[in-house]
C-alpha cells in the first residue's frame, strides 16, 4: 500500500505549477498565492504583472478605497515610484489594454506617472511589451502620445514582434491618427467600429462622402500588410441612408476589393451592418479560415456569395437581417428587381464553398432572410461539417421548408440564380 502523501501545490514540477496559475482569473489571486511559501512566489512572481489595465471606476473618477488611501493604477504607480519596477516585476509585464479615457491628460495612467514608469522602462530595454491593445477615440494627447512615439521608436528592435490591436471609430481623422502613431508592421487587428457622425456608407448621406469614406479605408488597408483579424461595422440603421444603385461606388469598391485581397496574412473578417451598398459583397483573402457576416443583405448579395470559392474557409458564422427593400438601391440585372415582387422566397441554385468545418447561421437565413437552398447547399457541398453544424442544418431544413412553402403560395418564386 502506498503511504506516500498526496501531490501538493508545493511539490508540483515547476512547468506544471506555471500552467495551473495562468488559469487563475484575477491578480488578487495571484497575489494571495505569492505569500504561501518560498517556493510559490518564485513560481508566481513572473505571472503578477504580465497584463495591465484600469478597471472601470478609475477611468471615469478619481477613487480611493474607505481609509481614503489611492487605488488600482494610482496605487500602483507610487509603490513602483518607491520600490522600483523590478522589484515590483514590471520586466514580466506583456500586455496592456488602454482604453480611451486612459489616453486623457487626467487619466489614472498618466496622473499616477505609470505611464511615464512604462515608457522609460522601453526605453532602458528592462520592458519588452508582446501585445498592445487600443480602444481609441479620434483624439490621442499629451504623455499618451509620447508613450505611443516611445513604442513606435523601440518595437522595432525586439527580438520578438509586438502586436497591436486598435479598435478605433470611423472619423476623417482615422487614417492619420493611425498612420502617424503607431508602426504599422506592428498592427494585427483593426477594428472600425461606428459612433460617429461619419458614416462607413449610406449614399442617402452622399454619394461623394461615401465614395470619401470608401478610398479612407482602402488607403489605411493597403498601409497594413501585417493584419490578421479586421472587423468593420457599418451603419445599425441602413434605411436612411441607401438610396442610389451601386454604379457610382464601383470604381472605388473595386480599389477596396483589390485592398482587401492583398492582405495576405488576414485569418478572420468580421463584417456587420451594411458596408457601403446592400449589394457589396467583400470577397474574403484567400487565408481567411473565419468569417463573420452580421448585416442585412440583398438577393443580389446572396447570389455574390454562392459564387465566391472561400478557398480555406473553416468557420462561417451569418447572422442576417432582412432582404432590404431594392426600388432606391438595386440594379437592373439585379435578381432583386428581376423578381417583380417586394417579397419573395429565392434560392442561390449553386454554392462555391466547399471548405467548410464548423456553421453558425441563425434562424433569420432560413425564414427567408437567406436563400431557401443555403442549409441543403452547405450540407450537400461540405462534407468536412462537424456534427453538430450537420445536425443545425438538417434541422433548419425541415423547420423552414413548410413556411416557405406557405409563402410560394401567396407570391410566385423566380428561379434559382443564373449561373
Known sequence: MDSSPPPSLATLPL???SNIITYLPFKRHIFSL???????????????WQSLESN????????????????????????AKEIGTDVLGFKYLKYILFWPADLEADSAWVESGLLAVISGQIVARRIQLRCVEFVLDTEVNGEALEFLKVLKEHSKDWPQKLRIRINVPWSKELLPLITENFRLEDITYLRLRYDEDEPSGGTGQGVEITIDN?????????????LEDLEINGPEHPDEIFETPIQPLLPALYQLQN?????????KLYTSDL???PSFFITPPENVKKLVIAQGTSAEWWRKFSRCSFTKLEELTIHVGRVLECSKWASPDDIDVRSGAKDFVFGMGYLELKSLKKLQADSGVGYGLGPEDFFDLVLANNPGLDKESRKHCEFMTQRVKPILNQRRRKRRAPGAYSQ
Do not use: M, V, W
Request: glycine content about 2%.
Open 34 to 48: 505569492l505569500l504561501t511559501c518560498k517556493r510559490l512566489y518564485h513560481a508566481t512572481y513572473p505571472r503578477l
Open 214 to 226: 470608401i478610398k479612407r479605408l482602402t488607403n489605411l488597408l493597403q498601409k497594413l500588410p501585417f
Open 15 to 17: 512547468e506544471l505549477l
Open 56 to 79: 472601470p471606476k478609475e477611468r471615469y473618477s478619481y477613487t480611493t478605497n474607505a481609509k481614503n488611501r489611492k487605488t488600482g493604477l494610482r496605487r500602483l504607480g507610487d509603490i
Open 275 to 277: 458596408l457601403f451598398h
Open 259 to 267: 485592398a482587401i485581397s492583398e492582405l495576405k496574412k488576414l485569418h
